[in-house]
């Protein structure tokens, strides 16, 4: 019996195959091109009774197969398939764990190994990962779930990562009890008090609380046509040619930026490489901005991209109604920039409340975009560029998180993308496909203040709590199983004689 | 055995009372003004297994006080809008809402023990389902008391009504609430119960993955025209009750005058401003256009020139205040076509009276698609609406006016109901409230609130294509089936009653014959 409840060998299940058939499908929709909240519920839930009705090694690496294969299928086109299958082993670890140290523990607090592992990885691969942030969390499988989602405002995405991976622990962990209610009721009855309190408060969150009044008007617009890769291959092969093409997109610019403010605009916004340039010419353009925001007396963002011989720099220069360069961010997404470890936002306080800036891919960095949290940012302005048509809806996909992180307004403008506006609790204020609008100008009323969150002070307590759980866990599990295993080496003996 | 089901005992609980006590709380965030969407899904839950276990007479009374405190509650002052005095409203409207809702709950209780196993479950949903629709067609609120719009926050099931129309989203809350007391009467025992949860888990995970489907793949065709709206309207003029106006305007037309066309004023020099900076379409909210015949009339004029010189359509609604407040103001929307033609004109019919769907809508043909238009309320009749999708509309305008605070939230919460039905772009703006532009899913393109905004205008590029939908294509099929349904499963339980009456009367003949 001891011995049995330590080295439980692979339940027997003729469906095994169905489960991973269903993960399979699960996966596609759970990341990448596609995310439907669904899948991200089902997935890990399947995967993990796969895992605990196979043998150790068959089961991880069928559980990896299907990983690999659908992070590929889900990812091709946004990323190197080698990143993909990467991805999908990492995301393979917490089963594995889970199948190892799970049988050495009893009861209901096994189904806490799973969560807390999975917690512990994506926090610590994704919340400071220099590559490209936290783009592969399962958490943002939630997107369109917005009461959920106002969890993060207290633990980060972790909190939505942990939810999730408890929920597949406790729906395994009652179907290895057969359903039996008597069994598993007090079991439910914990995990669903804790969703229950969650889906409270996120909808009295969304219920009884808007922003204080009082908006500043951000017009935002795209004047972008060219293809950006054709047009650095052409800074590559003719410089001439490149000049001319890049200082022709200059005028629209200006002149849009001027018809902007004169419409009404307090902040004009440009996306992420409104204009490339050599440093002079951007130096030149940004000169001329300085003077539009003077004359029409507005707050101009301007997304820039500097082509040096040897580098290129993608930028986000402020200007305020004096003129003034006030905030000049260097982007630090996958490496373009500042190091990830030296970032230390820019923040301008303005009439319209304290205003920051970071570009694209930037916004994916949970720690980095912590900081506005911390230094009471109200409105972070996000330009952002997207190279690929099929790229356009998963990106976007990620913003609100950040919002209700941190409880700013956040716009993000975005050429070859989705254009959004959302508000400190992630309720969407304006929308704008890229591919789908004739005239690409985003108009937006933006609240001015921000929302105090418990996230943007602890930043990441919930994270490091999961490792510690995860640490505790995992030792604790260890240690039972050898006392067991040492038990059942001396049942024997002390048995014989009573027999 | 079979007796006992006939003579239907309640189930002895004791806590069948804090079920009660936690259905009425949860009644109150699920109707009214403060709708969250979790306790619409738990709240019937209780109160079903409150019945259950009462006998039932007694049980009905109680349901019946429940639904009339909670919903006391619920509604706050919505109440506040007709000429009655607010409390005497609450007093008739209460009872007879709680009458009417806690039927529910009495059918079920009468019903669902005659019927065998699982379909017993489909009692409480078949009538909720026929009963929100009869009782939407007739309400002068429309759809305003409906369950199902507690399910706002949830954009996914959302996407059922393009099918189903709301009343197949009744059908899906009320199904989970009988369901979870037959389980509960099971004791949970999984050998009892799964195969009845299969059933109703697949029915719920169809319309998780079809609205997941619908929300990810698909999209409004390319093309978008750029919509301005303005907001310059006088707050303290539109919070004033209409014989407020009438007696300021019987007994100080200088006033009433200055105020009313200065406004005026605002809106056209606006309108300019908006077209020269973009607008290809000029909205205004309802109740812009207020004055008296007078000046109404003029600014109807002014609207007709300046939409024809700056070549833009404008949506322009009035409201004429008489001097004799037994003339009953007139509140009107006109669409303004860039040749200054009058395209659409339509009174507001929302809110006045009882059973309102015969009214016919105006549809037109623009470069930016078909339109179509009501104002704020109106919204609110899926019969009416439902023209728009069966016509092809592509952008409905509805502008509205939100006088009474506690239910704008309320209120535009309803608006993408009606939108992912008929599969057109939203365009609703709206003065002292939240203003809501949507796509034809549903997707929120933009929203402000009116009261926190410090700038008067919104600037949205609206998609000009609209989306053809079932629920358009075929109407209220659903309901229809739900009505057929309902009356098959009233006549069955019925007839199985009677059947077992017998059985046990003649196995009770037998007994004493044997004995």
């Not at chain 1, 992420?272 to 440093?279: D, I, K, N, Q, V």
């Not at chain 1, 982007?331 to 373009?336: D, E, I, L, N, Q």
């Not at chain 1, 975005?414 to 108009?443: E, Q």
């Amino acid at each position: 019996m001891m011995k049995k409840s330590v080295r439980t060998p692979p339940i027997s299940d003729r469906w095994s195959f169905l489960w991973l058939a269903i993960a399979a499908v699960c996966l596609v929709f759970i990341w990448g091109k596609w995310s439907v909240s669904l899948a991200g519920w089902l997935a890990p839930v399947f995967l993990l009774r796969v895992m605990r009705t196979q043998k150790v090694i068959r089961g991880y690496l069928l559980v990896l197969l299907v990983l690999v294969v659908t992070t590929v299928i889900t990812w091709t086109g946004i990323t190197d398939p080698v990143i993909c299958g990467f991805m999908g082993f990492l995301a393979s670890l917490a089963f594995l764990i889970d199948r190892l140290l799970t049988p050495r523990l009893k009861g209901f607090m096994a189904t806490l190994v799973l969560p807390l592992a999975m917690t512990a990885l994506d926090f610590f691969i994704y919340n400071n990962n220099p590559a490209a942030g936290s783009i592969g969390s399962w958490a943002y499988a939630q997107n369109s779930n917005l009461v959920l989602m106002q969890l993060v405002s207290i633990t980060g995405i972790w909190g939505v990562t942990f939810l999730t991976a408890w929920f597949a622990s406790i729906v395994n962990w009652a179907w290895e009890r057969a359903f039996s209610w008597s069994e598993i009721r007090r079991g439910v009855a914990v995990y669903g008090g804790v969703l229950l309190f969650i889906l409270a408060f996120g909808s009295l969150r969304l219920a009884l609380f808007t922003p204080q009044a009082g908006t500043v008007r951000i017009h935002s617009f795209i004047v972008l046509e060219q293809d950006p890769e054709k047009l650095l291959g052409l800074w590559d092969t003719d410089k001439e040619a490149f000049r001319r093409v890049t200082l022709s997109m200059v005028d629209p610019l200006i002149e849009g930026t001027i018809r902007e403010a004169r419409a009404g605009a307090q902040i004009v916004v440009w996306p992420e490489a409104a204009a490339f340039g050599s440093p002079e010419d951007i130096d030149a353009l940004i000169a001329r901005g300085q003077q539009v925001a003077q004359a029409e007396n507005i707050y101009l963002a301007m997304g820039l991209w500097i082509l040096k011989p040897d580098s290129q720099e993608p930028r986000l220069v402020i200007v305020d109604p004096s003129g003034k360069i006030v905030l000049n961010h260097l982007k630090y997404a996958y490496g373009m920039g500042t190091p990830v470890n030296e970032v230390d936002l820019q923040t301008v306080d303005t009439p319209y409340g304290r205003l920051s800036g970071v570009l694209c891919g930037d916004l994916d960095y949970t720690s980095k975009i912590n900081q506005a949290g911390r230094k009471g940012v109200d409105i972070l302005l996000v330009p952002s560029f997207e190279g690929h048509h099929e790229q356009s809806p998963w990106h976007v996909r990620f913003a609100p998180f950040r919002a209700v992180e941190n409880g700013f307004s956040l716009v993000r403008l975005t050429t070859g993308g989705v254009s959004i506006a959302t508000d400190p609790y992630g309720r969407l204020l304006a929308y704008m496909d890229y591919f789908k609008t004739n005239d690409r100008v985003m108009v937006v009323q933006v609240p001015t203040q921000r929302e105090s969150t418990v996230y943007a002070i602890t930043g990441d307590l919930f994270g490091w709590l999961a490792v510690a759980g995860f640490v505790v866990i995992a030792v604790w599990a260890i240690f039972r199983g050898r006392k067991a295993k040492a038990q059942a080496a001396a049942l024997p003996e002390t048995e014989a004689p009573s027999a | 055995m079979t007796k006992n089901r006939v003579s239907n005992p309640p189930i002895s609980d004791r806590w069948s009372f804090l079920w009660l006590a936690i259905g009425t709380v949860l009644v109150v965030f699920s109707v009214g003004l403060q709708r969250i969407s979790l306790a619409a899904w738990l709240a019937p839950i209780f109160l079903i297994r409150f019945m259950h276990t009462q006998k039932t007479g007694r049980g009905y009374l109680w349901i019946l006080l429940a639904f009339t405190i909670s919903n006391w509650i619920a509604w706050g002052n919505l109440f506040d809008i007709s000429s009655f005095s607010p409390l005497l409203t609450k007093i008739i409207f209460i009872p007879i809402f709680a009458l009417l809702y806690s039927v529910l709950y009495l059918i079920d209780r009468v019903l669902s023990h005659r019927l065998p196993g699982f379909a017993a479950t489909l009692v409480f949903p078949l009538a909720s389902t026929v009963f929100d629709y009869l009782f939407t067609m007739a309400d002068p609120m429309g759809s305003f008391g409906l369950w199902p719009n507690a399910l706002y926050s949830s954009p996914v099931l959302m996407q059922m009504v393009s099918v189903t129309g709301i009343y197949g989203l009744t059908f899906l809350m009320a199904w989970f609430a009988s369901t979870v007391v037959w389980v509960w009467e099971q004791a949970f025992s999984w050998r009892k119960v799964w195969r009845g949860l299969a059933i109703y888990g697949a029915f719920l995970a169809l319309v998780i993955v079809y609205g997941s489907v619908r929300l990810s793949f698909f999209h409004p065709q390319p093309g978008t025209v750029r919509v301005h709206q303005i907001i310059d309207s006088d707050d303290e003029l539109v919070t004033m009750r209409d014989a407020e106006m009438a007696s300021l305007l019987a007994t100080d037309p200088a006033t009433f005058e200055r105020k009313t066309t200065g406004v005026h004023q605002k809106y056209i020099e606006d309108t300019i401003h908006e077209a020269r900076a973009g607008a290809q379409i000029v909205v205004w909210p309802e109740v812009a256009g207020l004055g008296d015949e007078e000046a109404t009339a003029a600014l109807l004029a002014r609207g007709k020139e300046v939409a024809r010189q700056e070549g833009i359509y404008l949506v322009l609604p009035t409201y004429t205040v008489y001097p004799d407040a037994a003339v009953p103001v007139d509140n009107r929307l006109y669409i303004i076509d860039p040749t200054g033609e009058i395209v659409l004109e339509h009174e507001k019919y929302g809110c006045t009276a009882f059973g309102l769907n015969q009214i016919e809508l105006t549809v037109f043909d623009t470069p930016y698609g078909k339109m179509s238009a009501v104002m704020c309320c109106d919204l609110d009749f899926p019969t009416v609406i439902r023209q728009a999708g069966h016509q092809g509309v592509d952008i409905f305008f509805a502008p509205s006016n939100e006088p009474i605070a506690s239910i704008v939230e309320t209120h535009v919460q309803q608006a993408p109901f009606r939108v992912i039905e008929n599969g057109f772009s939203l365009i609703r703006p709206t003065n002292l409230g939240v203003s809501l532009y949507t796509d034809p899913y549903g997707r929120v393109l933009a929203m402000a609130d009116q009261r926190l905004s410090s700038s008067n205008v919104m600037v949205v590029q609206v998609p000009t294509h609209g989306v053809r939908t079932v629920y358009s294509t075929v109407g209220d099929l659903f309901s229809w089936l739900a009505i057929v349904g309902f009356i098959a499963i009233v006549i069955w339980a019925i007839l199985r009653g009677r059947k077992t009456r017998a059985e046990s009367a003649s196995s009770e003949v037998a007994q004493n014959a044997a004995s």
